[in-house]
């Protein structure tokens, strides 16, 4: 089996590396130490580098103004992305752009698309629920408005919903009295929607959304079988590839770190211990990279597999979610007093690496995931 990537994927990864490259490490905001976010809006000048990269519409169609590359290649400009912690909203525009292009019909998809690529239209995806623990799709109610059945009034609670405050569109799963579950695409502004600050880990501001008789047309809410489904599957396995970039440059930067470090007129990283350690962590990240690619894989072609993609994507959660956690715990370690410094890059990572494992959730609830589906598709 041939594992390269193909030039267009190769092309994307470069052309992100040229975009990311002006972003400097010491750029990035440290998270805050008393109650406040980072900032109050994402990073505008590189959002709009992107867009004049044709990074945003990497995965749309050409009708769209798209490259009409796939979830392999976005994945791949994630990874990039999260080498230097770049604070746009580049997973959950795309994960939300590609479910619309996939679901949506042809009207919406022609109405929003051209403007994500173009920079113009910012998305996000409400995915937490009220707490984080319990299913995004039974947090928010949708009806039918009226006698003729057209229209549908949305109420409930999501939280922690990233980069809303500033996003055009929210993307909202609702679930019916018939138990079927819509992706509601709300305006920001719109009558009955209300956001209230939260901050992340990492020091962003999010938003609690909390929906009182929202009415919506039908234009904006899809209906289709698996569209929530699909975005929930797009932004998991994009938050795994965010903690494969960001796990692979701290790995770098304790490389360095300890190559330059000296005690007893020695580099530290020719101690035993301190080379161990940092080799436990490569194959941490090259066992997120395996099952990342995989999951991806799964997804943008929807091959048949023993087992459903939701098998793939279990693993690759359930590697990025301890991997990343391992990887910055024994950097800190390694880089001593100076991993604790919050004026050290060290520190924003770490911080970031704790809300991608907190936003991937714990490695067991996964594992429990997937013997359930290895229970309900036994191999033969």
């Known amino acids: 089996m041939d594992f390269t990537f193909t030039e267009e994927q190769q092309a994307a990864v470069e052309a992100a590396r040229a975009v990311f490259s002006d972003v400097p490490p010491d750029g990035v905001p440290s998270p805050a130490l008393t109650p406040g976010a980072v900032a109050d809006d994402f990073d505008r000048p590189l959002w709009s580098r992107l ?13 769209h103004g798209g ?6 290649a976005l994945c791949l400009v994630l990874r990039e ?3 230097v912690l770049a604070r746009v909203p580049l997973l959950e525009t795309s994960a939300v752009a590609m479910t619309v292009q996939r679901y949506a019909d042809a009207h919406t998809a022609a109405t929003l698309l051209p403007g994500v690529g173009r920079g113009e239209l910012v998305l996000t995806a409400a995915s937490n629920g009220r707490s984080g623990h319990d299913p995004a799709e039974l947090a928010v109610t949708a009806h039918r408005d009226g006698g003729d059945g057209t229209g549908w009034t949305l109420d409930g609670l999501q939280s922690a919903v990233p980069w809303a405050h500033t996003a055009d569109r929210i993307a909202v799963p609702a679930r019916t009295s018939e138990g079927h579950t819509v992706l509601a695409l709300v305006p920001r502004t719109h009558p009955g929607l209300t956001l209230a600050e939260q901050y992340s880990t990492s020091g962003e501001l999010l938003a609690e959304l909390h929906l009182d008789s929202v009415r919506l047309t039908d234009d904006d809410v899809i209906t289709a079988d698996g569209a929530w489904e699909w975005l ?15 796990g692979e440059n701290v790995l770098t930067m304790t490389s360095r770190y300890t190559g330059k470090r000296e005690q007893f007129g020695h ?4 101690f035993q211990a301190v080379a161990v350690q940092a080799a436990d962590r490569y194959i941490d990240l090259r066992a997120m990279e395996v099952t990342l690619w995989q999951a991806a894989w799964r997804i943008s072609t929807g091959a048949d597999g023993p087992l459903p993609p939701a098998a793939d994507i279990a693993v690759a959660k359930i590697w ?22 919050t004026g050290h890059p060290l520190h924003r990572y770490h911080a970031w690496a704790k809300q991608l494992e907190l936003a991937l959730g714990p490695a067991p609830a996964h594992e429990e995931a997937l013997g359930d589906l290895l229970a309900a598709h036994p191999l033969a």
């Open 232 to 246: 929930r599957g797009l932004l998991t396995t994009g938050t795994c590839a965010l903690a494969l970039g960001l």
């Open 267 to 270: 580099p530290v990283a020719t």
């Open 67 to 72: 490259a009409g590359l796939d979830t392999i």
């Open 320 to 341: 990025a979610s301890e991997g990343v956690r391992r990887v910055v715990q024994t950097a800190q370690h390694l880089h001593g007093g100076i991993g604790a410094d």
């Open 51 to 63: 867009a004049a990269a044709d990074l945003l519409a990497l995965a749309l169609a050409p009708e």
């Open 81 to 83: 992305s999260a080498r």
